[in-house]
């Protein structure tokens, strides 16, 4: 049974670019949520995906975006990106809508210059 | 609005103490209460989970207890181990959505 894993581990932007993050979820599960994690605090929920679809967005500008691809893997998409959005992006799959048991990857820590 | 307040930021334990995070939380449409350990680098782990209808729950060397009237769950880790020197998350979930504390930065002492 493989984990969650996601690439790239690190990445450095500038202002105003864009970045797509990528993760692939653990074997049988078909639910992916993105989290933000900012230095010294605990993660905040952006978005959960459940088959191809958004299921549940927290308290995030348009500018981040998502996709689900059939095989359950994910994206996340930060356009026009500000020095605020520097933080380690976790994605967590389970199974079900209801997803109780998150399985985290390690992250991509983004740095925006 | 800080969905679930975690405290406290930092904790020391000796080798063998008993480290206590604590957590309080206000909105009652919250039904599922797990708490996270997190090491550098890496991804939050699920540790263990209470739902509100039981008062305590004990895995190995660590327990939680539940407070539904006060609203408030903690984390005990009996027979502290430097293995356990990591940051604690408590959470609280509704339906789709978690919202993570803080967090608690434990460094065990040898």
């Known amino acids: 049974e493989t984990g969650v894993t996601q690439s790239p581990t690190h990445l450095i932007k500038t202002r105003g670019q864009q970045v797509t993050l990528r993760c692939s979820s653990q074997s049988g599960h078909n639910t992916v949520s993105w989290y933000q994690q900012a230095l010294g605090q605990g993660p905040q929920f952006i978005f959960q995906y459940y088959r191809e679809e958004e299921n549940g967005r927290g308290n995030f500008p348009p500018r981040f975006s998502g996709l689900q691809f059939p095989n359950y893997s994910s994206e996340l998409n930060v356009n026009a990106l500000e020095l605020d959005d520097s933080a380690l992006y976790l994605c967590a799959s389970s199974t079900g809508t209801r997803n109780e048991k998150l399985f985290f990857g390690s992250g991509t820590q983004l740095s925006v210059l | ?110």
């Open chain 2, 1 to 110: 609005q800080q969905q679930v307040k975690q405290s406290p930021q930092s904790l020391i334990v000796q080798k063998g103490g008993i480290s206590i995070i604590n957590c309080a939380y206000e909105n009652t449409a919250f039904d599922y209460f797990p708490w996270y350990q997190q090491f550098p680098g890496k991804g939050p782990a699920l540790l263990i989970a209470i739902r509100p209808d039981v008062s305590e729950k004990k895995e190995g060397r660590f327990t939680i207890s539940f407070n539904k009237s006060a609203k408030q769950f903690s984390l005990h880790i009996m027979d502290s181990q430097p293995g356990d020197s990591a940051t604690y998350f408590c959470a609280v979930n509704n339906f789709n959505k978690f919202y993570f504390g803080s967090g608690t930065k434990l460094n065990v002492k040898p």
